[in-house]
């Protein structure tokens, strides 16, 4: 039997789990593991700087292609810690990625050493699992559940912490034999889908709610041929966002109190059943009053996970199984159902919500100086075509982006759907582009989230990985403003201040081109709104060229409001700005403006 450090195990397993690339900050306790990743070979490495940073290029990485599963490696103590908002945000959303965290000696586990912490213990809330090993024996078992857990049932991140002698100690492996095990996925069964689908006969107008479990188990092309195969509309949820291109006849918007369309939310509360497959019922999109959301129409959940069944509220009916084998078997019975003459005619319930797709929307086009952002998203959908990938955190840059910018394909939108840390687009928006580098990635900010960790823009300047990020500037707290609106205040989101070592901006205070292009990165800086469209061109222009990032950082006038419900109740929602009342109002629309 071949011996070989631990270390060295470790990393031949995730050679033979299929990882080809990693992210991470070295360090004294995770250096012998450091020199395996040298000396074994084959897998690439990208140094960040900030270990929370590594944690979310790792989600980018996972969450741009089926399959993937990102892996961040950083030292003990705060290195763990640091990245502890990353297993938060990977959880959450259903995300795998592997946390390695370097560790003292067992011996000095309890003794106070240096940077020890129990980062097992920190981690098991927002992990699968979370193990430090104390021998080094079983360090291919450990590292063989882990890719066993992450992949099997819902998704989700694994921490494993190495102590600097386990990860030392020679043990026998052998890594041509190695297999990983078998992936655990619960299915539903054909009686459980004739059921689901006994209520859609008794429906008038039914919907389906598309999650990002669709997503996750690589079915959305499935998602479509039902939805085509039956005539029934389908509604995104912000981490579905995908899975049916947004103009497509059956597309009917989104759904919420933030992120969701005014046609969305109208077709949602005329519908009489909703089939919910892949999604959570995330508070975002059904609000707080659940009787607005649920009065009046019948559900069924589709959910991999059995204990995510009847958590927000009781459906008429649950099924707990993989998104694509649920799909298949809908196929499979309507199919059955069509040939037979049984299955109802939907034509003219889908049509309406074309209709109200048509009529219902929000204005775009001003012509304001400083810009008004509903301006910035119409350009972008002129610049950026239906192969664009889109990153991005929290904030009203976000809500604004998920009302007026256009999705087509699955993992196209990659955006933390429910942690939203500030922070979190840069580094996420380079995993991404390392696992995809074919695709064109627009990143998007606002001016906080791109402050939060803007030193990982030294990452991709230093790895060459080009896109291009949008900035959003107002100088606020755009959100918490927002917010702080219905308690009556305006207290500490005020960001504005006079630099004065660039007094041409005036109050926008901090300089985000030079501090870009300190970091060896591209910017410009856009103050007219018919400077956007040559500005993003330039942008993919500079990008391909130099390999580097490229901000466009656009000016925006200081508050605006962006549409959302002040009471969290999606069937209240407040419209702060115009509407679109002719053509011109909304020149990038998915459906040209009906009046």
């Known amino acids: 039997m071949p011996r070989m450090t631990a270390a060295a195990a470790a990393v031949e397993i995730l050679k033979r789990e299929g990882v080809t690339d990693a992210f991470g900050v070295p360090g004294a306790a995770i250096n012998p593991f450091y020199r395996e990743l040298k000396n074994v070979g084959g897998i690439s490495h990208t140094l960040a700087r900030h270990v929370e940073g590594a944690s979310h290029m790792a989600e980018g990485y996972t969450r741009a292609k089926a399959g993937n599963i990102g892996v961040c490696i950083g030292t003990s103590g705060p290195a763990g810690t640091d990245m502890i908002t990353g297993l938060y945000s990977a959880i959450a959303d259903s995300i795998p990625i592997l946390c390695i965290t370097g560790q003292a000696p067992v011996s000095k586990l309890h003794k106070e050493d240096f940077q020890a912490v129990d980062i097992a213990s920190i981690a098991k809330p927002v992990t699968k699992a979370a193990t430090t090993i104390l021998e080094a024996a079983q360090v291919p078992g450990v590292f063989q559940q882990a890719f066993h857990l992450m992949r099997s049932g819902r998704p989700g991140p694994v921490l494993i912490d190495l102590p600097i002698d386990v990860q030392l100690t020679e043990i026998e492996f052998d890594p041509e034999t190695y297999e990983p095990l078998p992936v655990y996925k619960p299915q539903a069964t054909r009686a459980q889908a004739e059921k689901a689908l006994s209520f859609l006969l008794e429906s008038e107008r039914p919907l389906i709610v598309a999650g990002g479990g669709i997503i996750n188990a690589d079915a959305s092309d499935l998602l479509v041929e039902f939805a085509e195969l039956t005539n029934i509309p389908v509604i995104s949820t912000l981490m579905g966002w995908g899975t049916i291109p947004d103009d497509h006849a059956l597309a009917a918007g989104m759904v919420g109190v933030q992120t969701a369309h005014r046609y969305g939310n109208a077709t949602f509360l005329e519908s009489d059943f909703v089939l919910g497959i892949g999604n959570r019922w995330a508070n975002r999109h059904t609000g707080y009053n659940m009787e607005a959301y649920t009065k009046g129409r019948k559900f069924v959940h589709v959910d991999i996970e059995p204990t995510q069944i009847g958590k927000i509220f009781a459906p008429d009916y649950g099924i707990a199984s993989d998104a694509k084998v649920a799909l298949e078997l809908f196929i499979e019975i309507a199919k059955e159902l069509k040939?037979?003459?049984?299955?109802?005619?939907?034509?003219?319930?889908?049509?309406?919500?074309?209709?109200?797709?048509?009529?219902?929307?929000?204005?775009?086009?001003?012509?304001?100086?400083?810009?008004?952002?509903?301006?910035?998203?119409?350009?972008?959908?002129?610049?950026?075509?239906?192969?664009?990938?889109?990153?991005?955190?929290?904030?009203?840059?976000?809500?604004?982006?998920?009302?007026?910018?256009?999705?087509?394909?699955?993992?196209?939108?990659?955006?933390?759907?429910?942690?939203?840390?500030?922070?979190?687009?840069?580094?996420?928006?380079?995993?991404?582009?390392?696992?995809?580098?074919?695709?064109?990635?627009?990143?998007?900010?606002?001016?906080?989230?791109?402050?939060?960790?803007?030193?990982?823009?030294?990452?991709?300047?230093?790895?060459?990985?080009?896109?291009?990020?949008?900035?959003?500037?107002?100088?606020?707290?755009?959100?918490?403003?927002?917010?702080?609106?219905?308690?009556?205040?305006?207290?500490?989101?005020?960001?504005?201040?006079?630099?004065?070592?660039?007094?041409?901006?005036?109050?926008?205070?901090?300089?985000?081109?030079?501090?870009?292009?300190?970091?060896?990165?591209?910017?410009?800086?856009?103050?007219?709104?018919?400077?956007?469209?040559?500005?993003?061109?330039?942008?993919?222009?500079?990008?391909?060229?130099?390999?580097?990032?490229?901000?466009?950082?656009?000016?925006?006038?200081?508050?605006?409001?962006?549409?959302?419900?002040?009471?969290?109740?999606?069937?209240?929602?407040?419209?702060?700005?115009?509407?679109?009342?002719?053509?011109?109002?909304?020149?990038?629309?998915?459906?040209?403006?009906?009046?």
């Not at 402050?451 to 606020?476: G, R, S």
């Not at 656009?554 to 069937?571: F, G, H, P, Q, W």
């Not at 702060?576 to 020149?587: D, I, K, R, S, V």
């Open 339 to 595: 040939a037979s003459g049984k299955l109802p005619d939907f034509s003219a319930w889908a049509a309406s919500a074309q209709e109200r797709k048509a009529t219902l929307q929000r204005r775009t086009h001003f012509d304001n100086i400083p810009l008004k952002p509903q301006r910035v998203y119409e350009e972008m959908n002129k610049a950026f075509g239906p192969e664009t990938r889109y990153v991005t955190t929290i904030g009203l840059s976000q809500i604004a982006a998920a009302q007026f910018l256009h999705v087509y394909k699955p993992r196209h939108w990659i955006n933390c759907g429910q942690a939203g840390p500030l922070g979190w687009t840069i580094p996420a928006a380079i995993g991404a582009a390392v696992a995809d580098r074919d695709t064109p990635i627009v990143a998007l900010s606002g001016d906080y989230d791109f402050q939060f960790m803007i030193e990982e823009l030294a990452v991709a300047a230093q790895h060459k990985v080009p896109y291009v990020h949008v900035l959003v500037n107002n100088a606020y707290l755009g959100l918490i403003r927002q917010a702080q609106g219905n308690l009556g205040i305006n207290f500490e989101v005020n960001l504005e201040f006079e630099n004065i070592n660039t007094p041409e901006i005036g109050v926008y205070g901090v300089d985000h081109v030079k501090v870009a292009e300190g970091l060896g990165v591209k910017a410009i800086r856009v103050t007219d709104p018919n400077e956007l469209g040559a500005a993003f061109e330039q942008a993919k222009k500079l990008a391909v060229e130099h390999q580097v990032p490229v901000v466009v950082e656009a000016i925006l006038e200081r508050i605006t409001n962006i549409a959302m419900s002040k009471t969290v109740d999606m069937s209240d929602v407040t419209e702060f700005e115009e509407l679109a009342t002719e053509p011109g109002h909304a020149p990038t629309a998915i459906k040209p403006l009906t009046v």
